[in-house]
């Protein structure tokens, strides 16, 4: 699935606008699958940022504010960071079932708690 994404950098009036591609059907997506979109939205906001950079970043899904809202033909992911924002989609699906794969996408990528 081709993903479009709409991406604002703080200080900056631009749009961006990039596309990223996903395996699959929104649909049929897993936990794992919805923390990997998370890190190409969050890859492609560094590319924006830093276009002369040639590795992609290492991504973690922690401090990650986000939303699912609806749009004409399905429901969008919205997040932001300090640095910028970004909206991906549309993807077909309820808002409640993008919601909860974002839930424990992000729960799951949460570090174990340490006992000392």
């Known amino acids: 699935m081709t993903i479009p994404l709409e991406i ?12 990223f591609v996903h395996p699959g059907d929104a649909g049929s997506w897993t936990d ?3 923390a990997a979109v998370l890190k190409s939205i969050l890859i492609a906001i560094d590319r924006v940022q830093n276009p002369e950079k040639t590795e992609e970043p290492e991504v973690s899904l922690r401090g990650l504010s986000w939303i699912v809202h609806p749009s004409g ?27 909860g794969l974002i839930t424990r996408a992000l729960k799951a990528s949460a570090p174990a708690p340490v006992v000392h």
């Open 8 to 19: 604002m950098l703080r200080g900056n009036d631009r749009v961006f606008t990039e596309t």
């Open 73 to 99: 033909s399905g429901v969008v992911i919205a997040i932001e960071i300090h640095t910028a924002s970004a909206v991906a989609g549309p993807f077909n699906l309820s808002e409640s079932q993008l919601d």
């Open 32 to 34: 794992r699958d919805v």
